[in-house]
């Protein structure tokens, strides 16, 4: 088991970060690096990173200036030890097997990035996706066409595993709103194999005042 860290950017999410950030701890893959970026928040958010990283020692935090979302990715993949990187939304949450469940498809698979899909989250209610445990096996010009015809794989930087050396080169832009989209056919134009996996294991939270909603 290697490691694998956890970026989280947050920025006043004070009502949101509980819930995803118990959702990381609770996870069953052990060896976690948790890395919370707060990224200027103005709310109560940075004191609970805070808070947290005194109970658990495989939680980080950096404080920094407030420089947006991209920003805030790219500090936190620079400082995380981790050989695998995820990425979470601070406003989402995930299921406790999320991390093996990826880890598991990757290695099986000897890809340099494993997907799942994810439930739709508006208010109370879930959306639950059409469901598949096989496991697909893409190189990056057939991963990429996935993306581009919104087939199986989405453009969103969560609900995905990556090898950290991916992104040696490759950084998320800042001053970009749909950053995910600029980065993810870079990420796969870099790896070899994209393995996917169309079991939900990620919650995608659509909150008034979010960057997607905007």
């Given at each position: 088991?290697?490691?694998?860290?956890?970026?989280?950017?947050?920025?006043?999410?004070?009502?949101?970060?509980?819930?995803?950030?118990?959702?990381?701890?609770?996870?069953?893959?052990?060896?976690?690096?948790?890395?919370?970026?707060?990224?200027?928040?103005?709310?109560?958010?940075?004191?609970?990173?805070?808070?947290?990283?005194?109970?658990?020692?495989?939680?980080?935090?950096?404080?920094?200036?407030?420089?947006?979302?991209?920003?805030?990715?790219?500090?936190?993949?620079?400082?995380?030890?981790?050989?695998?990187i995820g990425l979470i939304d601070s406003d989402d949450y995930?299921?406790?097997?999320?991390?093996?469940?990826?880890?598991?498809?990757?290695?099986?698979?000897?890809?340099?990035?494993?997907?799942?899909?994810?439930?739709?989250?508006?208010?109370?209610?879930?959306?639950?996706?059409?469901?598949?445990?096989?496991?697909?096996?893409?190189?990056?010009?057939?991963?990429?066409?996935?993306?581009?015809?919104?087939?199986?794989?989405?453009?969103?930087?969560?609900?995905?595993?990556?090898?950290?050396?991916?992104?040696?080169?490759i950084e998320y832009p800042i001053g970009k709103t749909s950053?995910?989209?600029?980065?993810?056919?870079?990420?796969?134009?870099?790896?070899?194999?994209?393995?996917?996996?169309?079991?939900?294991?990620?919650?995608?939270?659509?909150?008034?005042?979010?960057?997607?909603?905007?």
């Amino acid at each position: 088991m290697e490691r694998i860290t956890v970026v989280v950017p947050v920025y006043n999410v004070e009502k949101y970060l509980k819930k995803c950030v118990d959702s990381l701890l609770a996870q069953t893959y052990r060896d976690l690096e948790i890395l919370l970026v707060n990224d200027g928040s103005t709310d109560s958010s940075g004191e609970m990173c805070d808070k947290y990283s005194k109970e658990y020692s495989n939680i980080v935090v950096i404080h920094k200036e407030n420089g947006g979302l991209s920003d805030a990715r790219n500090v936190g993949i620079k400082y995380a030890t981790g050989k695998y990187i995820g990425l979470i939304d601070s406003d989402d949450y995930v299921d406790p097997d999320l991390f093996e469940f990826l880890y598991r498809v990757m290695c099986e698979e000897e890809a340099d990035i494993s997907v799942c899909s994810m439930y739709q989250c508006y208010d109370e209610k879930v959306v639950t996706p059409d469901i598949d445990k096989e496991v697909f096996v893409y190189n990056s010009e057939e991963a990429i066409a996935m993306v581009l015809d919104s087939r199986k794989i989405s453009v969103n930087a969560v609900n995905k595993l990556y090898k950290k050396e991916l992104f040696n080169d490759i950084e998320y832009p800042i001053g970009k709103t749909s950053e995910d989209a600029f980065v993810i056919i870079d990420l796969f134009s870099s790896a070899e194999k994209i393995a996917v996996c169309l079991e939900p294991k990620y919650y995608y939270v659509h909150r008034h005042g979010s960057i997607t909603t905007s």
